[in-house]
């Protein structure tokens, strides 16, 4: 059995931020692998904002490349958007039974779970591992001290990819928030024009 550590975002571009936190969680946890989850659409974000899945898609694999204990997960492209973090838990639970899924999760997305669907049914289940964000608002009482819930103190770089994205629009200079290969990707295809 494997434990497997989820990490959803619709990685609109991938960053260095994002490897920050899978790496830390395949090195100082029980994390055997990492699968970035790219998804396809997030209920709380509008369609538009996304470049198209296959450039989020392809900058993913690039970014993992050479890094064993890191996966690029498409599973959500099969499943029914808007994508619901508890359908695709229930998809990948019943398509590898032997392992055993834990959510990574950034503070600021904990301060929200309550609003995501079936959140409830997620703690019962799976295992939340939730890292720090320096943007984030309070974390509801009852998740402080939850049994399912495991906090990490780290210091990840602090990035977003909304910066990123404004960087590129601005013609402003983002090279040290990204690989390298990411970049290179960018100046190759131009998906954000």
């Given at each position: 059995m494997k434990n497997i550590g989820l990490f959803f975002g619709s990685f609109n571009p991938i960053h260095s931020g994002h490897l920050a936190v899978a790496e830390f969680f395949t090195k100082k946890t029980s994390i055997d692998e990492v699968w970035l989850v790219v998804s396809l659409?997030?209920?709380?974000?509008?369609?538009?904002?996304l470049i198209e899945m296959r450039h989020r898609m392809a900058m993913v694999e690039l970014a993992i490349k050479g890094k064993s204990k890191l996966k690029a997960c498409k599973e959500e492209l099969d499943l029914p958007t808007p994508n619901y973090t508890i359908e695709t838990l229930r998809h990948l639970k019943n398509k590898y039974p032997k392992n055993k899924f834990a959510l990574l999760m950034g503070q600021d997305n904990l301060a929200h779970f309550n609003?995501?669907?079936?959140?409830?049914?997620?703690?019962?289940?799976?295992?939340?591992?939730?890292?720090?964000?320096?943007?984030?608002?309070?974390?509801?009482?009852?998740?402080?001290?939850?049994?399912?819930?495991?906090?990490?103190?780290?210091?990840?770089?602090?990035?977003?990819?909304?910066?990123?994205?404004?960087?590129?629009?601005?013609?402003?200079?983002?090279?040290?928030?990204?690989?390298?290969?990411?970049?290179?990707y960018l100046q190759k295809f131009n998906p954000y024009h």
């Open positions: 659409q997030s209920p709380f974000k509008g369609k538009n904002e609003k995501w669907k079936d959140h409830n049914q997620i703690l019962d289940k799976f295992q939340l591992f939730v890292y720090p964000r320096s943007e984030s608002e309070k974390i509801p009482q009852r998740l402080l001290k939850h049994p399912k819930i495991n906090y990490f103190e780290a210091s990840l770089m602090e990035v977003s990819a909304s910066e990123i994205r404004n960087a590129i629009k601005n013609k402003k200079s983002f090279t040290n928030l990204i690989p390298t290969k990411i970049h290179d």
